[in-house]
């Protein structure tokens, strides 16, 4: 995991300048999360990046939990929340591929740009399923290649040793939510948008 974190911390710089693919989705996803916050509600996000959506989400709840296995995502995640006066989130370093459990009763998790990141999905899942409260909400945004462009897989197993891509997964649409329903979570809420890769699910954890 070690090689995973420095890849990105090397991405970081980058990554904080980049815009929003398409920030019409972006906000229609925004949106959609938040009609399951109150003002109450806790949440826990991992992969969080730079830290743009937790702290869009920070006034709407009462305390947002951000994590990510780079320190330099998290870096200038916490100077972009100190620059916007947003004093209700934490960014702390996690990997949920080998952390503890950092809490079991959160109302909300995110798992946005990042379930096709980690090589254990199933494990992941587990985690994310172990991290909320009975009929808790888990929130993700999913890259299924599998689904329309499975062409890549040679391409980025060639590129994956040289250091130039980090681990992907090939995932169908059908997969992902298989998976889900197996470590427990009902879907509530699918949305594919055109011409995107990504598949965005909100599922709700078995009461």
């Not at 925004?30 to 949440?43: A, C, P, Q």
């Not at 598949?199 to 954890?205: E, G, H, P, Q, T």
Request: glycine share 6%.
């Amino acid at each position: 995991m070690a090689n995973i974190a420095k890849f990105w911390d090397k991405m970081a710089e980058k990554y904080s300048k980049s815009p929003v693919p398409n920030e019409e989705v972006y906000q229609i996803k925004k949106d959609l999360t938040r009609e399951y916050f109150t003002s109450e509600s806790t949440i826990f996000e991992f992969g969080c990046g730079t830290g743009t959506t937790a702290i869009a989400h920070a006034p709407y709840v009462k305390q947002v939990t951000a994590t990510d296995i780079s320190t330099e995502m998290l870096r200038i995640a916490k100077d972009k929340a100190a620059a916007a006066k947003v004093n209700n989130v934490t960014f702390e370093p996690w990997d949920v591929s080998t952390g503890p459990l950092p809490g079991t009763d959160y109302d909300v998790v995110l798992a946005l740009s990042i379930l096709h990141l980690v090589d254990d999905l199933p494990g992941a899942l587990d985690k994310c399923s172990g991290l909320l409260k009975d009929g808790g909400v888990l929130v993700s945004s999913t890259v299924c290649l599998s689904d329309k462009k499975a062409f890549l897989r040679p391409i980025l197993g060639f590129l994956k040793p040289l250091g130039l891509v980090p681990f992907v997964a090939f995932l169908k649409n059908e997969e992902l939510e298989e998976q889900m329903q197996s470590a427990g979570f009902q879907t509530v809420h699918r949305w594919h948008p055109i011409d995107s890769d990504a598949v965005f699910i909100i599922s709700r954890k078995a009461q």
